[in-house]
């Protein structure tokens, strides 16, 4: 058979979607400046998808201080890869100050979170050693440990036993090949806002002997007394091996980072293959990172109105009797009980009545007749956004428990 034939016959998991209308439910574009109303499709939309906790993606001195980079170094500098003709002091500085933000030896800056984190991991292992991650693991995790060709296993969300089972399983494996044990997780889970485990896993370091890489993507800037994280919220930073977090959620921007003691970073300079051979972080996200860095250490009413938001928002939903799971960080998702029909629907009287916008996911993330609404929150989001939001809720809460949403629309479509 053909290769593409089979290909686009096939579709590939997310690209069956594509029966869904393009432009509407799968790569919607929202237009106009990145702040809680946004158009969609020509419509005011009041948005909580905009991965901007602290708001610093419209700060007006961040936009100054982006577009000055952007006018002074243009995109091409520096040239080539950090090790070859990529670096400048600029960098080095950034990295200076996110070492010392997350109170860390050392950071390396990396190209985009997936792509940064994913090579960290193939870099810190080889065939004698053992990889072991929590199942709810961002992709970018996941595919990391895939390019890993010694054994994997994973635990069950946040199952502090069952990792320790697995601990042992590995001790046997790397006592015999002579390898070493990393156990990742993450701080905040980006799907349902609960935090990792990261206490218990620690407490596990006095058992076995491993190191620990945590994803913080969500908790980096939202969670922690100084923004710098789940580590520090949980009081846990030091016994963290390897740091990392993206700059694509409270630093509004690209590009990511991974910090840790300066000998194990030291290594993954010369080490990590997708920054060895790709080019560096362009200026201006170099430049405008250490503007936004400024910003989330030294304005703390940032996260303070971020927190305003979304404790009104959190509680508001209880108070209405929404399940929004066990979520203690920003991420706030609202499970509701409903097939893929019904989500289209729901999704869409959701835009066009109530002119609300927000992510709506679905089997196979979540379980078969669950629909999950997903809150990303902002300090830039009022109170007045979060009553609204709720009061739409509760109205298509009620049409979807009538059955409103079983028929028509996206139902025709499914059945073709
Ligand atoms: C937990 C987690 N890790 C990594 C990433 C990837 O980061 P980036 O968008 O910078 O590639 C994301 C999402 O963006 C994420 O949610």
Redesign the pocket.
């Known amino acids: 058979m053909d290769l593409f034939e089979k290909l686009i016959e096939n579709k590939g998991p997310l690209g069956r979607l594509s029966i869904l209308e393009e432009g509407y439910y799968m790569f919607p574009k929202l237009e106009g400046e990145i702040k809680p109303r946004m158009q969609f499709k020509g419509h005011e939309m009041l948005t909580w998808s905009l991965n901007n906790y602290l708001g610093l993606a419209n700060h007006p001195e961040v936009r100054k201080v982006d577009a000055d980079a952007a006018a002074e170094w243009g995109l091409a500098y520096p040239m080539g890869a950090r090790m070859m003709s990529g670096n400048s002091k600029h960098h080095e500085e950034l990295e200076r100050q996110l070492a010392s933000m997350i109170d860390k030896e050392s950071v390396m800056l990396l190209n985009?979170?997936?792509?940064g984190?994913f090579s960290v991991i193939d870099a810190l292992v080889d065939r004698k050693d053992v990889i072991i991650y929590d199942r709810e693991s961002?992709a970018?995790i996941v595919d990391g440990a895939r390019l890993h060709i010694g054994k994997r296993f994973i635990f069950p969300h946040n199952d502090i036993d069952n990792l320790a089972k697995q601990l042992e399983r590995a001790e046997n494996l790397t006592s015999e090949s002579g390898g070493g044990i990393l156990v990742i997780t993450?701080g905040v889970f980006?799907m349902a806002g609960d935090l990792g485990k990261l206490k218990e896993i620690v407490e596990l370091k006095k058992r076995y002997n491993f190191r620990l890489l945590v994803?913080d993507?969500?908790g980096f800037g939202t969670m922690g007394a100084t923004g710098a994280g789940t580590g520090e919220e949980l009081g846990v930073q030091d016994e963290i091996d390897l740091y990392f977090s993206?700059?694509?959620?409270s630093m509004a921007s690209?590009g990511?980072f991974i910090g840790g003691d300066k000998e194990i970073i030291e290594y993954l300079r010369y080490n990590v293959r997708s920054q060895i051979f790709a080019k560096s972080l362009p200026m201006p996200l170099v430049i405008g990172g250490m503007k936004r860095l400024e910003l989330l250490k030294n304005t703390p009413s940032l996260r303070e109105n971020l927190w305003k938001v979304v404790k009104a928002l959190q509680s508001g939903l209880r108070e209405k009797g929404f399940n929004i799971g066990d979520t203690e960080s920003p991420v706030t998702p609202v499970y509701l009980s409903g097939g893929l029909v019904e989500a289209g629907n729901l999704i869409r009287d959701l835009r066009e009545n109530f002119n609300i916008f927000c992510s709506v996911v679905i089997y196979p993330v979540v379980p078969k007749d669950v629909i999950m609404l997903r809150l990303i929150p902002t300090a830039v989001h009022t109170l007045d956004d979060v009553k609204e939001t709720i009061s739409a809720f509760e109205a298509v809460q009620g049409k979807l428990k009538s059955g409103q949403y079983q028929k028509s629309g996206v139902a025709e479509l499914l059945q073709k």
């Not at 985009?112 to 792509?115: D, S």
């Not at 993206?246 to 959620?249: N, R």
């Open positions: 985009y979170g997936y792509q984190i961002h970018c993450e980006g994803d993507a969500h993206t700059f694509a959620k690209i990511s």
